[in-house]
């Protein structure tokens, strides 16, 4: 066995006290194997992969337990020898690679100090093996990017790069922490593949930490469901998808928006995981499970085995089989609702922003990062449209544009039939209330000095939202229960919030100047599937209650499936296929929209898409190719894609696409 890990418990020092975070876990990792460990955020997932390495932070400790890597303890190594294991026995894909990679070396420096530490490589040998890793993880012209600079690079490229450094010293054993969080599928399936081909290539073990089924499915060979610093259930793959037991599982399973089925509510898990400083002395997961009984809160339950290889904590003896209901195909409302005949709330014709290249000492424009180049769209009340694609083509500065943070540089925005572009800013001001949005990090748009009631009450002041009936501080109490939030929240600030709590802030910003439409941007991206669930059932209820018109912008598809009318795909500034969820989700036409949802991980192991893997990267929007701008991708690309961008085709009457294929 590569990794055996045996009652590993790691604490943290609160004051005088010891707080447990991880709980007398045990697991195994044998080589060319693939462990997935899941559960939600503040499971204790990252802290026992750090206690791993220990690489605890300052307040960390081991109060006990063992870690046995290649038949040595690791526990017991003095920091010396600990330093070889770190990199040369086992490496680590940190979750966020735009801050694990040091912003001050270069991606070179980076490799070689573990090429000299770990492979004993200096000079024009290190330099050759840093070529070779970079072109291992996919990078296209290493030779420039050993020279540039982490923020010189895409998100994808940060992940490569984080992944060739892990590689450095040939390790054993891989821990991936959320190597693809936030990814665009198309990025999270390449990152995936690579993985997977490198782990064939040198037999590794791989410890994967993630809170993605569709993840967990592609990738492992046995799962471990984690909660509240325990494992609560671990079985192989198949055993896992087909049969789990536990009914934390079987709620993140209910959680999930699939693409094969629609609408109506998720299900959610009430509550939260509880907190170090209140852990129960039952059950951890007897506050938000439906089947609890008064023994699950008197006694801990412990491990029983159910089949080979399939264990769990839990008192029941069988759990009712919910989760075949759960990932049926159900009608829902977001695919049932029919097109309205009324003008459309949001019309938006022929809508381009560039921004200008500047270069010399007179600082001329030398050329234009064409980021939007020609949008049109419309969107009605009580609908939502789905910006989709992948990250930097266009479709957080369309939403910007149309609300007019950012100047177009040309074409109409129009919002209740009146044109936006041009407004003096008093002129702007009654319909600035009429559209909000809602940014895709929470914690980075919400002032961590103000207290909640002051974010809220900000825009009602601001936008001179007439309140006197029911005053100020009662209707930011009626705002933020309508998000599902105590009015006593309004004393709390931002930092006191989980991360679903902060979006549902977020949400009840954007609703307190009673808006027509909400541009919300990638909203769910970085959520735990139970949050993910309990934002988008806001969402629809909202709408539902509220009328709200949404421009939904997002790289999940799921997510698209289960709350959107419509869908608009962009590709390098441009709509390149547009129609209902099942004209585009069902039927897609336009070779990047197949690309795309190939690249999308299923949380069924007999549905997983054949992966249409796209050649090169998504050329620059300031030099983009000439014709079509896919054709450089496209595997039915022909001499007229070229040289002329196609124009738009009408499929039926609600779909649409810019194809040659479909002359």
Sequence with gaps: MLLAVRDLRIAFVSGRSLLAAVDGVDFEVAAGETLALLG?????????????????????????????????DLLALPEAEMRGVRGGGM???????????????????????????????????ARQRSLELLAAVGIADPERRL?????????????????AVALAGNPRLLIADEPTTALDVTIQAQILELLRQLQGERAMGMLLITHDLGVVAQMATRVA?????????EAPREVFFSAARHPYTAKLFAALPDLERRGGRLETIPGQVPSLAAMPSGCRFASRCEHAWELCRQQAPVWRQVAIGHRLRCHLDRLPDTRAGALAATPGLAGTIAPTSEAPLLRVDDLRVHFPIRHGVLQRTVGHVRAVDGVSLELARGRTLALVGESGCGKTTVGKAILQLIAASRGSVRLLGQELGGLARGARRPLRRRMQMIFQ???ASLNPRMSVGEIIGEGISALRIDIQRQGRAAAIAAVLQQVGLEAAAAGRYPHEFSGGQRQRIAIARALAVQPDLVICDEPTSALDVSV????????????????LAYLFITHNFAVVDHLAHEVAV???????????VDDVLRSPQHPYTRALLSAVPSARLETQPEFIRLPGETPSPSKPPSGCHFHPRCRQASATCHDRYPETTALSATHSVRCHLYP
């Design 147 to 163: 020279g540039e600079y982490p923020f010189q690079l895409s998100g994808g490229m940060k992940q490569r790069v984080m992944i």
């Design 441 to 443: 990090d929470p914690f």
């Design 532 to 547: 993910q669930a309990q934002i988008l059932n806001l969402l629809g209820s909202l709408q539902a209650d509220l009328g």
């Design 570 to 580: 962009m590709y390098l500034g441009r709509i390149v296929e547009r129609g209902t």
């Design 40 to 72: 939600e955020s503040g499971c204790g997932k990252s802290a026992t992969a750090l206690g791993l390495l220990r690489l605890l932070p300052a307040a960390g400790r081991i109060p006990g337990g063992e870690v046995r890597f290649a038949g040595r």
């Design 225 to 233: 469901v984690m909660y509240a610093g325990q494992i609560v259930e």
């Design 91 to 125: 490496a680590m894909i940190f979750q966020e690679p735009a801050t694990s990679l040091n912003p001050v070396l270069t991606v070179g420096h980076q490799l070689g100090e573990v090429l000299e530490r770990h492979c004993r490589l200096v000079g024009q040998a």
